[in-house]
């Protein structure tokens, strides 16, 4: 994987989870549950993506 796309997906992960804990803080349970839901969905699309590329550059 290079380094812009480990970057993005290291961003956007942070960015996601930040969110996530500000509508904890905010009270919203049911954006809180979906906003982790996507930042675990969001962390394996990362992992598959690197598999992927690794298997192709191979």
């Not at 956007?12 to 954006?31: E, K, N, Q, Y």
Request: aromatic share 10%.
């Amino acid at each position: 994987m290079n380094k812009g796309l480990a970057l993005y997906f290291a961003v956007m992960g942070t960015v996601l989870l930040t969110a996530a804990a500000g509508s904890l803080s905010f009270r919203m349970p049911w954006l809180s549950i979906t906003l982790f839901v996507l930042t675990l969905l969001h962390i394996g699309l990362g992992f598959v993506v690197k598999a992927r590329l690794r298997k192709k550059n191979t």
